[in-house]
């Protein structure tokens, strides 16, 4: 599946320290799929500035929140 597919799949996301100091990343989706994603802190970091970047990429593409192309 590639990113600009979508998808008909619902999904519950989860983000929060665990008590090992890691940071999880954590999806349920229907079927019973459970995936808990692990990682250190600057790995977590990294993430975080690439959902930054999407989000600023995405918000470059349309004309406001609405979501209107240009």
């Known amino acids: 599946m590639s990113i600009n597919k979508q998808s008909e799949i619902a999904a519950n ?3 929060g320290p665990t008590d090992a100091g890691m940071v999880r990343i ?3 989706a229907e079927g019973g799929i459970e995936l808990p994603l692990d990682f250190d ?10 959902l930054r970047a999407a989000a600023e990429a995405a918000r470059a593409m349309s004309d406001g929140p609405k979501g209107k192309k240009r």
């Open 41 to 50: 802190p600057d790995e977590a970091e990294e993430i975080a500035e690439e």
């Open 13 to 15: 996301l989860q983000i």
């Open 26 to 28: 954590y999806v349920e």
